[in-house]
């Protein structure tokens, strides 16, 4: 009687009110997880993120490092050629950065003999490219083509021969062969193409804001020779057909392929 006191007298312990139904739900929960797939995205979504994330760079390279131009005159002949295509280093002077930038950020100081692309005085619309000849402070003077700075003849070995001085026989163009001398004011520069008979530059508009400076030319990444253009092409199927099979075959042929991946100088 005591043994069956003592079982009567233990109590069951009773489910908490609700418990039941949360085991259930719980279970169902598990059960729905267990047989959802993973979150992806679309192959749609990545390749619109990855499209946008490129052009990000590319507008933040084009705009803060380098740039890609092409030659379309011959005024820094022989050393830069029509239809050489260059890459330009947009970051080296640091002209597009703030002043806080500039204190932080790595930057030269631009030297005599650069190659450098720059917005034109009289129309900032128009990028140029010439070689740096004359800097702040300094008297710059031209006679008989010969370059003087303070008075003393400039070595100018990148220039050919018959451009450094006045050929025998040849006369002198007043502005061209003889200018000066001028002193170039502070925060200027005076930029001369190395074709002296066929250049518009800093002899016929002036000295070169600093602040217009775009860039330091550093390699020619391809070079093409157009050739003459053809001012009426032939009419027809046939002959659009030819010029484009031509102009395939002389992608190649006319590809100036020693003058690839040539430093700027």
Known sequence: MAKRSATRGARRKEPAPGAGRERVRAGREAS??????????????????????????????????????????????????????????????????AGAEQAMLPKTDVERGDIVVFKFPLDPERDFIKRIIGLPGETLEVRDKRVYIDGVALDEPYLPEHERSLRSGEEAVGGRDNHGPVQIPDGHYFAMGDNRDDSEDSRFWGPLPAGHLKGKAVVIYWSYDAGPPVMIPEPGLGAAVRRAASGAVGFFARTRWDRMLHQVR
Do not use: C
């Not at 379309?72 to 239809?83: D, I």
């Open 32 to 97: 729905a997880l267990e047989g959802t797939p993973p979150f992806r995205k679309s192959t749609a979504r990545e390749y619109l993120e990855a499209i946008v994330i490129a052009v990000i760079l590319a507008l933040f390279v084009r705009t803060w490092v380098v740039q890609a131009y092409t030659i379309p005159t011959g005024s820094m002949e022989h050393n830069l050629l029509v239809g050489d295509y260059i890459l330009v280093n947009k970051f080296v002077f640091g002209p597009t950065l």
